[in-house]
């Protein structure tokens, strides 16, 4: 695509970067075909073709934002499936950044908008804070038909569905004492998942320390900014990248580390990217980068060892590939394989490449094409009927489990109970043998 920034733009390191993303588009249209908002709404400005050239019109006449440019840019999943697709490189995901970023700083929203993605921004990253407004959305439930009646409040009303109605206890930061000889690694705290779904980290530190490996969590450790950073919120989600860097840096310095890991793709994703958001910061560059270059899926980091021994207990597992690994970190084989070295029969549905419409906060903010890709995507993994669903990020499966009665359970804490660990709590009613350790 032609471009027409002016030198002085062009200075600008970020509009610089989307320049060369808007360049290397040839039109071709394949991304089309897999962007799941143009197959839902059959929209021109709602593909990735579309969008790039809103955003290109957008950029260069540094023009305010309209309210459609900024409906199109909002209905972007971030899933970069079209990445996957584009067969000339282009780097949609910093380009749709930088666009996220210049609407928060130029474009007041209506009140009600500004309102959710302030209160998201608020209580997400925050454990405790998660936690509380989960305990309070009791309160609110009896409110939710209401608020799914008025537009702009139906981001609400979303925020109670998905808001679940019993919390298990925090779970303690626990893993086994300093004996192992694999290596030594940082786990992710992380913020959401820990709040959703504890058992998934659980999981992990058992079938971690299993494996060989020390298990730390890094003091200062914080919300790895994601959640933020999609929000377009980009001196909040700087501020966590440095504050993580700082942290794993200090374990890096200290007793060493060989893998900072992550149980959540849409994390993951994110921290990957942190060598990219503080480029420009002279104090924050090379520190970013041996952090990003350092940071791995649990999936990646388990398909490099041999697992311990298991018990095969044929079970049939549809594999949701959440797009951020699938498509953000491009770890596609390695969680199917992991799950068939241990004995479950895995089987992928059918547009596995399409969003699931979790996405972050966007099955909140935009609840209605959430629901529609919700509805298609579990259709989809009901069909191979299997026993369980796995995947590989805490949103998929909050996402999924909305949609579906089948039990919905992360990789990791399949191959735990595969390999020596208790049944997975979601799994427990069907399979209630309970721990083996
Ligand atoms: S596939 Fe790539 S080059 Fe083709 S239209 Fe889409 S973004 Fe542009
Ligand atoms: S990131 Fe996903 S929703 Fe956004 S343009 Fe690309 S394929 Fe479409």
């Given at each position: 695509m032609q471009t027409d920034f002016s030198p002085a733009q062009l200075a600008d390191p970020a509009t610089a970067q989307s320049e060369g993303a808007i360049r290397k588009c040839v039109h071709?249209?394949?991304?089309?075909?897999?962007?799941?908002?143009?197959?839902?709404?059959?929209?021109?400005?709602?593909?990735?073709?579309?969008?790039?050239?809103?955003?290109?019109?957008?950029?260069?006449?540094?023009?305010?934002?309209?309210?459609?440019?900024?409906k199109h840019i909002d209905r972007c999943l971030s899933c970069l499936a079209c990445t996957t697709t584009c067969p000339s490189g282009v780097d949609y995901m910093h380009l749709v950044d930088h666009a996220r970023a210049y609407i928060q700083n130029r474009y007041r929203r209506p009140w009600h908008e500004r309102f959710v993605r302030g209160l998201l921004a608020y209580v997400l990253p925050s454990p405790s804070r998660f936690r509380m407004a989960i305990r309070l959305a009791r309160f609110?439930?009896?409110?939710?038909?209401?608020?799914?009646?008025?537009?702009?409040?139906?981001?609400?009303?979303?925020?109670?569905?998905l808001a679940p109605k019993s919390l298990a206890p925090p779970a303690p930061l626990t893993s086994s004492p300093a004996r192992m000889t694999r290596g030594r690694i940082v786990l992710l705290k992380g913020c959401a998942e820990p709040v959703l779904r504890p058992e998934i980290r659980?999981?992990?530190?058992?079938?971690?320390n299993r494996s060989g490996f020390d298990v730390v969590f890094a003091n200062g450790e914080a919300c790895c900014g994601a959640l933020v950073h999609h929000m377009g919120h980009e001196e909040a989600s700087l501020a966590a990248a440095r504050r993580n860097v700082d942290a794993w840096?200090?374990?890096?310095?200290?007793?060493?580390?060989?893998?900072?890991v992550i149980t959540a793709s849409g994390c993951g994703t994110t921290i990957k990217d942190y060598g990219?958001?503080?480029?420009?910061?002279p104090a924050y560059a090379r520190k970013a980068a041996r952090v990003s270059a350092l940071a791995k899926d649990i999936s990646e980091m388990l398909a490099a060892i041999e697992l311990p021994a298991h018990v095969d207990r044929g079970i049939k597992v549809g594999y949701q590939a959440a797009c951020s690994l699938q498509h953000g970190q491009k770890v596609t084989e390695a969680p199917r394989r992991l799950l068939a070295s241990v004995g479950y029969d895995v089987r992928?549905?059918?547009?596995?490449?399409?969003c699931c419409g979790s996405a972050g906060t966007y099955n909140i903010l935009q609840p209605q094409i959430a629901g529609e890709l919700g509805r298609l995507k579990v259709g989809n993994l009901e069909e191979l009927r299997a026993d369980v669903i796995a995947t590989g990020n805490v949103g998929c499966a909050t996402q999924i489990g909305a949609w579906t009665g089948v039990p919905v359970v992360h990789v990791v804490e399949l191959l735990d109970w595969a390999t020596g660990g208790p049944t997975p709590p979601a799994m427990i009613d069907r399979y209630s043998e309970g721990s083996q350790e």
């Open positions: 071709c249209g394949f991304c089309t075909a897999t962007c799941p908002t143009y197959v839902l709404l059959g929209d021109e400005l709602d593909s990735p073709r579309g969008r790039i050239y809103l955003m290109k019109e957008m950029l260069e006449a540094e023009a305010v934002p309209t309210a459609e440019v900024v609110g439930r009896p409110f939710t038909g209401m608020l799914r009646s008025i537009d702009g409040l139906k981001p609400l009303a979303a925020m109670l569905d659980e999981a992990a530190v058992r079938l971690l840096t200090a374990e890096l310095n200290g007793e060493g580390l060989d893998a900072i990219f958001m503080l480029r420009n910061d992928v549905p059918r547009d596995a490449h399409l």
